[in-house]
C-alpha cells in the first residue's frame, strides 16, 4: 500500500498536471466577502512543492442521512435541505475516476444506510483503491455479511470516549456498545479495523488512553485521531478548540500516543503541538457529494462544482489557509494537512527516516 501510494505521489510530482498548478488570484469571487480581507498570499513565498497540487484522499459522501445526530457533525446542519438525497452508484464511481486519488475514504451521514454501498466497496476494491469507510459502527453486526474483507478496505469506527462520553456526544445511549460489539463482529469475520476518535475541549487524556487499552484485545488495527475546531457549519460552539488548545490538548496526547497504535503520522502529530509549521493542503483531500464537488474543503463551502476539474482549476488555493482566510484561523483538521506530510511539505532532516519507522512499526 505505501510503495502503491509512493509511486502515485512521485508520478504526480514529476509529472503534475499543469491546469491543477495555476494561481487562480486573479479570479477571485467578489463576492466572498471573507476573500477581500485575505492578505499575505501574494507576498508569501510558496515552498517548490506546493505548487504540486493533486488529489490524495478523496473524501465520497453518497448520503448525508444518518440514524444519529452527534454533537460535533457539521453534515446534518449543513446539508438538513438535502439531507434525504443520496449519489447514485455511477456518480460515486465517476467521481472516483474523475479524481483519481489512491484513497477513498467514504463518509457521510452513515455509508451503511446508503443502498449501493456494497457494489461501492466491490467497484472500488476492483480498482485498487483504498478504502476507509466510516462509520458510527451501529450497522456492522447486521450487514458485515453483505462484505470481503481485503488488505485495502479499512472499516473506520468512530468513537469518541469511553460509554457514557461516547454516548452523549452521539446524544443516544447505547451507541458504544453496539459499535464495540461491531468492531470485534469486523474483526472475526477478518476484516481491518480502525478508530477514529474527535478530540474536543473536554476530552480527557486518562479516557482516551482507557479507549484504545480497551480495544486493544479486539485487535484493532490502529487509531486515528482528530482535533475539533469551530467552523461555519457547527457554529463556533464551546466544545470546539482555538489552535492554542489544540496544541495543549495534543502536547497531553503525546503521553499517550507511543503506547498504541496511533494512525496519525509523527509529523502531523508535531504539528498539533505547535511544534512545527504545515501548509493547507485542501486540494490533497476533495470532497464529492450530493451538490457536487465542495470548494475549497472538507469543512468550508464556498461552492459546489460540477466537476472535479472545475474545483481544482477554478478555486483560489492561496487564498486559503491559516493567515489568508479568517475561517482558517484554528483549523488544523488532518483533511487540510495531513497530505502536506505526504507529500514531504516543509518537510525537516529526518522525516524520512521517522515516517519510515511509523510506517514498519
Ligand atoms: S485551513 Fe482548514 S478550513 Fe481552511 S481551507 Fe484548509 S482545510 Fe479548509
Same mark, same amino acid.
Given at each position: ?27 477571485i469571487d467578489s463576492a466572498n466577502p471573507f476573500r477581500i ?89 476492483? +480498482? ?12 456492522? +453486526? ?24 461516547? *454516548? ?37 487524556? *486518562? ?13 484493532? *488495527? ?28 495534543? +502536547? ?8 498504541? +497504535? ?40 464556498d ?16 487564498s ?42
Amino acid at each position: 500500500m505505501t510503495a502503491g501510494l509512493a509511486g502515485y505521489i512521485a508520478k504526480n510530482k514529476w509529472r503534475p498536471r499543469p491546469e491543477w498548478q495555476v494561481d487562480n488570484h486573479a479570479h477571485i469571487d467578489s463576492a466572498n466577502p471573507f476573500r477581500i480581507i485575505s492578505s499575505g498570499a501574494k507576498s508569501r513565498k510558496p515552498h517548490p512543492m506546493i505548487n504540486k497540487r493533486f488529489p490524495l484522499v478523496l473524501m465520497l459522501e453518497p448520503l448525508h442521512a444518518c440514524n444519529l445526530t452527534c454533537t460535533g457533525c457539521g453534515r446534518i446542519r449543513e446539508y438538513e435541505s438535502t439531507i434525504s438525497q443520496t449519489l447514485t452508484l455511477e456518480q460515486c464511481l465517476k467521481a472516483v475516476d474523475e479524481c483519481g486519488a489512491p484513497i477513498v475514504s467514504i463518509c457521510g451521514g452513515e455509508p451503511f444506510l446508503y443502498p449501493h454501498l456494497p457494489a461501492l466497496i466491490r467497484e472500488l476494491v476492483a +480498482r485498487n483503491k483504498t478504502i476507509y469507510l466510516c462509520t458510527n459502527g451501529m450497522f456492522i +453486526r447486521k450487514k458485515i455479511k453483505d462484505y470481503t474483507p481485503s488488505e485495502k478496505f479499512f472499516i473506520n469506527v468512530h468513537l469518541d470516549g469511553m460509554e457514557k462520553n461516547h *454516548d452523549i456526544a452521539v446524544e443516544r445511549e447505547g451507541v458504544f456498545k453496539e459499535a464495540v460489539e461491531g468492531i470485534k463482529a469486523a474483526k472475526a469475520a477478518g476484516f481491518k479495523v480502525c478508530t477514529n476518535t474527535t478530540i474536543y475541549r473536554e476530552t480527557n487524556m *486518562d479516557e482516551i488512553d482507557e479507549l484504545f487499552t480497551f480495544l486493544k484485545p479486539f485487535g484493532v *488495527d490502529g487509531h486515528m485521531v482528530a482535533p475539533a475546531y469551530g467552523y461555519s457549519a457547527v457554529n463556533e460552539r464551546d466544545i470546539f478548540m482555538t489552535r492554542d488548545d489544540v496544541h495543549e490538548k495534543f +502536547r497531553e496526547f503525546e503521553k499517550i500516543s507511543h503506547k498504541h +497504535r496511533v494512525n496519525t503520522t509523527p509529523v502531523y502529530l508535531d504539528f498539533l503541538r505547535g511544534e512545527r509549521d504545515l501548509p493547507c493542503t485542501a486540494w490533497g483531500t476533495p470532497t464529492y457529494n450530493t451538490k457536487g464537488w465542495k470548494g475549497p474543503c472538507y469543512l468550508i463551502t464556498d461552492a459546489h462544482h460540477q466537476t472535479f476539474e472545475e474545483l481544482m482549476t477554478r478555486t483560489d488555493w492561496e487564498s486559503y489557509g491559516h493567515g489568508n482566510d479568517p475561517r482558517c484561523e484554528h483549523c488544523l483538521m488532518h483533511c487540510g494537512f495531513e497530505p502536506s506530510v505526504s507529500l514531504g511539505i516543509n518537510s525537516k532532516f529526518g522525516d524520512g527516516f521517522r515516517m519510515l519507522s511509523w510506517m514498519l512499526g
